[in-house]
């Protein structure tokens, strides 16, 4: 089996990528990787194997379609993770979300179709549906996005979704909640608050902390993408859900208590505009259909994750502190 994966020097791409050299979805073992990743801020060569046999490293953007057009032939299948997906990066720039998210979706869509490639998971998130008071989120549910860079992302689902109904192309969509885990980009909300705690800085806290999310191992949202890859059905949407819904004030909470700080060290900051309260995905579509089960209890995997980012300083000391020289 040959896998072309977007963004594979991503956070969850990198995952998922590690996992399938590791021979760690069965069925998959002995998979061939081909990675394309343009290596901007968030994308990083070191979260992948230095050199591994089946892994092949293409260094380049998706909107460049005659890349996509050289690389795809022989490809068994695509995951495409590669987005622009900070949503406060969308605030001040949000013609790159539009560029990347949609027009370069449709490049990975046009690319498989015109070489054959058989199968196709487009991976998304929960943001595009907006905010919900109450209740929980099934995949018929409108799409209501509120920032750009949840536009852009409801915008790849739909172009994803029209190479299936127009050409027949062989795409199923998945839709996570936030995710959290190693090698995730400092910009995110559970390591920039490890990081900045680790070097005795204070944390920003958003308003009065209320906004909710729900929580989902990086592990078990790759292990949910690979059931979509396998199982899924053309055309179709699969939510995929933690189930581990906190504010963003019990989660500042968690990460002082873990780090041994105290309240003092949070600064309270504006909240962000168009900022949505909470986030909640009915997930019973996966579980029935793939039997996807969350398999890291919540406690565990922050715990895990807070020992990952205090015992590997350098790999993220070099992310935040270049975006910083960068932005000074």
Not at 40 to 56: F, I, K, S
Not at 148 to 176: E, F
Not at 198 to 213: D, F, H, S, T
Not at 260 to 273: E, H, I, L, N, P
Request: aromatic letters at 8%.
């Amino acid at each position: 089996m040959k896998v072309l994966v977007t963004g594979g020097a991503g956070f969850i791409g990198s995952h998922y990528v590690r996992t399938l050299l590791a021979d760690g979805y069965p069925g998959a073992e002995g998979a061939e990787v081909t990675v394309v990743d343009k290596l901007t801020y968030a994308g990083n060569r070191e979260n992948l194997p230095a050199a591994d046999p089946r892994l092949h490293f293409v260094h380049g953007d998706i909107c460049d379609l005659d890349l996509l057009l050289r690389l795809m032939p022989g490809h068994d299948a695509v995951v495409h993770f590669a987005a622009e997906s900070h949503v406060d990066r969308s605030l001040e720039s949000a013609a790159e979300f539009v560029r990347t998210n949609v027009g370069g979706t449709q490049n990975v869509m046009e690319a498989a179709l015109r070489s054959g490639v058989g199968r196709v998971v487009h991976v998304s998130t929960d943001e595009v549906y907006g905010t919900i008071d109450e209740g929980s989120w099934t995949e018929e549910w409108p799409l209501l996005p509120n920032s750009p860079y949840a536009a852009s992302k409801a915008g790849s689902d739909l172009i994803a979704r029209a190479y299936w109904r127009t050409h027949g192309l062989n795409v199923s969509i998945t839709r996570c909640s936030n995710n959290y885990g190693p090698y995730q980009h400092p910009e995110k909300l559970i390591p920039l608050f490890t990081t900045n705690l680790l070097e005795g800085r204070p944390v920003p806290l958003y308003g009065e902390g209320a906004n909710i999310r729900e929580w989902l191992h990086v592990d078990d949202h790759c292990r949910a993408i690979q059931l979509v890859l396998e199982g899924g059905r053309p055309g179709e949407v699969y939510n995929v859900g933690g189930g581990n819904e906190l504010t963003n004030r019990q989660i500042t909470e968690l990460l002082l208590d873990h780090l041994g700080a105290d309240w003092s060290a949070v600064r309270k900051v504006a909240d962000r505009k168009g900022h949505d309260l909470r986030y909640s995905l009915d997930e019973s579509k996966i579980r029935e259909e793939l039997g996807y089960r969350p398999q890291v209890p919540f406690a565990r995997g922050l715990a895990e994750t807070v020992d990952w980012y205090r015992d590997n300083p350098a790999w993220w000391k070099a992310v935040k502190h270049r975006e910083e020289e960068q932005a000074a």
